[in-house]
Each structure stands twice: as C-alpha cells, then as structure tokens.
C-alpha cells in the first residue's frame, strides 16, 4: 500500500531543481550523486549515472532487455511489454516500483545523513525487498484462493 501511495507521488518529489523553481533557498541544484548534472526527477531515476548502473543490474536480474528511456512513467509501463505471463509480469512491475523507491531512499541518504551510496548497495536493497514483497502478495493470493 505504501509503495502505491508513492507511486502517486512519484511526479511531485521534490527534487534540488523544483525546489529552486519555488524559491526555496538552496544551496546548489546539482545532483548529490553524481554532481555532474542538475538534480530533475528524471535525472535522479533514470538519467543518472547511479541510475543508469542500478536499471542495468534490474534488467540484467529480470531477464529484460536494458531500458532505453527519459520518462518515468515508461518505467512504470515496462512490464506491459516484457511479454512475462501475467504473474511474473506483476512480480517485474513490483521490482521497477520498488528500484523507484531504493534510488529516492538513496538520494535522501546522500542529500540528509551524508551517506556514501553505491550501485551494489542500492541493487541488493531493491533485490531484497522486491523478494519480500513479492512473496508477501503471493502468500495472500493463496489465502484466498483456499478460502
Ligand atoms: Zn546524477
């Protein structure tokens, strides 16, 4: 339910650039991962190096071909395509939805507690939690498949 929620807040995170674009008083707009770029939400989820390396370790773990794309809402349109039966479809929609929330945990750890964030940090993350939440949804499916 939590990750549904985010998925509805996805377009209004409050990256470095649209902060500054309310006048919030800011330091820099560059992105804390990688510092090279202004920080936009497409930047932080998918343009980004960090990203970049954290999509090719997901699609490499699914089975999927890489992802070539500027737009967040493709990601979350991703297993529509995958040709996956319906339930592992499902399983890849929950992994795309899940590496959504690792990567903005990640960039709140850099911007907020100074964390050193790396690509295997955030990719055994979004692995151990796509696995939990995974199996959780199944084991409820089969309670009421028995009820
Ligand atoms: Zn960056």
């Known amino acids: 339910m939590g990750i549904l929620a985010w998925r509805a807040e996805l377009d209004r995170v409050p990256v470095l650039t649209s902060l500054a674009k309310r006048n919030i008083r800011i330091v820099s707009v560059d992105c804390p991962a990688c510092g090279v770029m202004e920080e936009t939400a497409e930047h932080v989820?998918?343009?980004?190096?960090?990203?970049?390396?954290?999509?090719?370790?997901?699609?490499?773990?699914?089975?999927?071909?890489?992802?070539?794309?500027?737009?967040?809402?493709?990601?979350?349109?991703?297993?529509?395509?995958?040709?996956?039966?319906?339930?592992?479809?499902?399983?890849?929609?929950?992994?795309?939805?899940?590496?959504?929330?690792?990567?903005?945990?990640?960039?709140?750890d850099m911007v907020f507690n100074g964390m050193a964030i790396t690509v295997d940090s955030v990719v055994s993350e979004i692995k151990g939690l796509s696995y939990l939440w995974v199996k959780n949804r199944s084991g409820v499916s089969q309670l009421s498949w028995e009820d």
């Not at 998918?46 to 490499?60: D, E, H, K, N, S």
Request: with cysteine.
């Open 45 to 108: 989820f998918i343009t980004c190096g960090l990203a970049q390396a954290v999509w090719q370790a997901i699609t490499i773990w699914c089975k999927v071909p890489p992802i070539f794309t500027f737009n967040i809402r493709d990601i979350l349109e991703l297993h529509k395509y995958s040709k996956f039966p319906k339930r592992k479809a499902n399983s890849f929609y929950a992994v795309c939805l899940v590496s959504l929330w690792c990567l903005w945990k990640a960039r709140n």
